[in-house]
Structures are given as C-alpha cells and as structure tokens.
C-alpha cells in the first residue's frame, strides 16, 4: 500500500499552492500599474490575500509539525533524503518570511494593513520610507526566492514520478489511486 497525506495535508497543500500562485501573480502585474483606484484596490487585494496566506500557512505548518509526513522511498540515499526535508522547511520559511516582509514594508511606507478591508491590523514598525524602500526590497527578492524554489520542488516532484518511478508526487496528489 502506499503511503500517502492524509486529506487535510493534502488540501492544505494544494489551497497554500492556488493562493501562492494567484498572489505571485497579482503582485507581479500590479507593481508597473500607474497610480490609479484600481492599482490601490489591487494593492488592498494583495495585502489581505498575503495576510489570509500567512493565517493559512500557520495552519499548514502546525498540521505538518503535530502529523507525520509518509517516509521518503528507500531508493533515496540519507543525503536525497536531507535536502528533501531541507528543502520543504526552506519553502516554509518562505512562505512565512513573505507576508510578514509584505507587511513590515507596508507599515514602514506609512499604509496600513486593513484585512477584508475591515480589520486593521496593527504596524509592526513606525512610518521610514528607507525602511520601507529596504523592505520592498527584501519582499521582491524573497517572492523570486520562493519562485525558484518552487521550480526546484516541483521539477524533483516530476523526476520522481517520470524519471524514478515511485510515489513521491502521486501520495500528495488529491485523486490519486490510494492503492
């Protein structure tokens, strides 16, 4: 029998994965836009998808931290095993590092963070337009961190189903055979 996620892991896995993709891309279209209601009200987007991810992803890694993940395939050696694990704890601490970067740049750039547009959640550090021009910095450098290390875990997903044949994608996968 395989090993597999369980249901929650698994959904958990693949709504973090939508909303990563869709915010990426959000941000990445928006940040050229000229000043307009409609670039303020995309930014509003931003802002409380970025914040429903950290939420969600606090989620995630608590349901990841208190159930066990299925064993890696005895085909991979100690050290395949330790930059696999290596790997997902890197995208977790991007996933985390992203947002709260994302609202350390808007508090430091004097703009509020208002989730829904309805609660206002609190400035983590006092108006710096230095700051905040350091801070939009990191944020960027850390979205294309976090792209390329989704490539890199996708592409050992894919090698692992096509090239080593065993279960490593199809045990995350919501409607695999679960035989």
Do not use: C
Request: glycine share 6%; net charge positive; aromatic share 12%.
């Amino acid at each position: 029998m395989k090993q597999r996620y369980n249901r929650t892991a698994i959904f958990l896995h693949w709504l973090v994965a939508l909303g990563l993709v869709g915010t990426f891309i959000l941000g990445f279209y928006m940040e050229d836009l000229p000043l307009s209601p409609n670039k303020l009200k995309l930014y509003s987007w931003h802002k409380w998808a970025g914040m429903s991810l950290l939420v969600l992803i606090l989620v995630r890694l608590t349901w990841r931290i208190t159930h066990k993940a299925p064993a890696l395939p005895n085909s991979m050696g100690p050290a395949a095993k330790l930059f696999a694990h290596a790997g997902h704890w890197v995208l977790y601490a991007l996933m985390l590092a992203i947002p709260v970067s994302g609202w350390l740049m808007s508090s430091a750039q004097g703009f509020q963070v208002v989730w829904f547009g309805v609660i206002p959640l609190p400035d983590l550090v006092p108006k710096n337009t230095d700051l905040g021009e350091l801070l939009n910095d990191i944020h960027v450098v850390l979205n294309y961190t976090l792209l390329f290390a989704v490539i890199g875990h996708v592409a050992a997903a894919l090698q692992h189903h096509f090239i080593k044949k065993d279960d490593v994608l199809t045990r995350m996968l919501p409607f695999a055979n679960k035989a």
